[in-house]
Structure formats: C-alpha cells, structure tokens
C-alpha cells in the first residue's frame, strides 16, 4: 500500500469515527425525541442545539474547500442556531441527515484521488484540504464526546431514562 492511500484511509477512519471516540450514530441512537430541547444544568444550549452547531461547522468547513466564494457565518453566533429556537421531530432529523450528508461529501473529497490532500488551496493561503479534514475530525469528535456527556447528565441513555 502506497502511502497516498495509507493516508486516505487513515482520513476516511478518522472522519468515520469509532476509534477513539463514539460515532455521532452511537451518540444519538436511542436519544428521546422528548429531550432534543431540553438543557442539563448551567448548559446554555440544548442537545438538538449542540448537534446542529456540529452541523453548520461541518458544512461550514467543507464549503470553505469546495467553494472559493463561500462566505462563513459570524463568529461565533453564525455557527450556532439563534438563540430560543427549538426543534421538533422532523428537524432533529433534519440536522442528523444534513450532517450525514456532507459527511459523505468530505469522505468522498478523501476517496477523490484527483484530491491532492496537501496542496495550497487556491483562495486560502496555508490552508490544505488536509488541514480541513482534521479540522472537521477534531471538532466533531470533541462535541459528539461532550454530546455523550450531556446525555450522562441528562440520563437519557437507554437503561438511565
């Protein structure tokens, strides 16, 4: 095995999840509609909340690669939905699927072996695709692992609720 590919699969593990740290699958399977916007005590944000801020920074990283005109949400209000907004059942969904969806998409950015990893992008100046994907990996890991936490607390793991 090359080592583009050792690499690319090495990438595609980490995007995946499970190695270290739980999927976001196995952080939300089984979470009770009931909570999505529920908060635990002294957390300013709810769990539907928490997993679309995961979201809009996923999406955000990948259209800052495929698209040199993207423009990024303000920092920090623009990564997090508005204040008081609620989910219900279909847009819990919603965010799950739509995280799904540019999961796939940067996964496939990985697979694309036209993809050169370690170039410049064009409209970003020291930044790689690369560095974006570990981007992605980092912050997803960080709050799926602090999402984990907020269920603990919450009790709203299977044999805890």
């Known amino acids: 095995m090359n080592n583009d590919k050792i690499v690319r699969t090495q990438l ?3 995007l995946r999840g499970g190695n270290a740290h739980l999927t976001l699958e196995q952080a939300i399977e089984g979470f009770p509609v009931e909570a999505i916007n529920a908060r635990a005590p002294k957390v300013p944000y709810s769990p539907w909340a928490l997993l ?3 979201r809009i920074a996923q999406w955000d990283i990948l259209e800052f690669v495929r698209d ?3 423009i990024s949400p303000e ?3 623009g990564y997090w939905p508005p204040e008081g ?3 219900d059942a279909a847009r819990w969904q919603q965010t799950i699927e739509a995280f799904r969806a540019d ?3 940067l996964q496939a950015l990985v697979q694309d072996q036209n993809t050169d990893l370690c170039a410049e992008l064009a409209h970003a100046r020291g930044y790689t695709i690369l560095r974006e994907i570990l981007l992605v990996a980092d912050h997803n890991a960080y709050h799926i692992g602090e999402f984990a936490v907020l269920r603990q607390v919450m009790a709203t793991w299977g044999s805890q609720s």
Do not use: R, S
Request: charged share 15%; glycine share 6%.
């Open 103 to 105: 999961m796939a998409d």
């Open 68 to 70: 040199p005109g993207h």
């Open 52 to 54: 679309e801020h995961i």
């Open 85 to 87: 907004a609620e989910a």
């Open 12 to 14: 595609l593990q980490l």
């Open 75 to 77: 920092w920090p209000a």
